[in-house]
């Protein structure tokens, strides 16, 4: 079975993955949301308020709110390290949904976890 970030890279659009370098903001708070992301090398740190709350690390996803239905992003993403990032719009994602229901599964298990974990540290 294939991680959820593999299989971002499978149905992306786009042949090449995109590169950030560290320090780089992926997104910011606020933001209009049209992708989502898995991370195929590198570390991305999610933050609220400029608040780190998760350092995430190859083969997570993140941003998936945006195709689901919220308009703007809630947090900030910043490559902590250079990242190579796969990403799909939510035509994309749906296509990926629909050819591979443990993707979804996979998305679906990540996001709980993160959940939970947040839920522990507060």
């Not at 993140?62 to 703007?72: C, K, Q, R, T, V």
């Not at 900030?76 to 939510?90: E, G, H, R, S, V």
């Not at 443990?102 to 947040?118: C, E, G, I, K, P």
């Amino acid at each position: 079975m294939l991680e959820p970030a593999a299989t971002v890279k499978i149905f992306q659009k786009q042949a090449d993955p995109k590169i950030v370098e560290a320090g780089t903001a992926i997104f910011q708070a606020g933001q209009p949301a049209n992708y989502m992301y898995g991370i195929l090398d590198g570390e991305v740190e999610l933050q609220v308020d400029g608040k780190t709350v998760e350092v995430l690390s190859a083969s997570s996803v993140f941003g998936i709110g945006a195709l689901l239905g919220h308009a703007n992003r809630p947090y900030t993403a910043i490559a902590k390290t250079t990242c190579k990032l796969a990403f799909l719009d939510q035509q994309r994602f749906l296509f990926a949904v629909q050819e591979t229901p443990m993707f979804a599964l996979n998305v679906m298990q990540t996001y709980s976890d993160r959940l939970d974990r947040l839920a522990h540290s507060l």
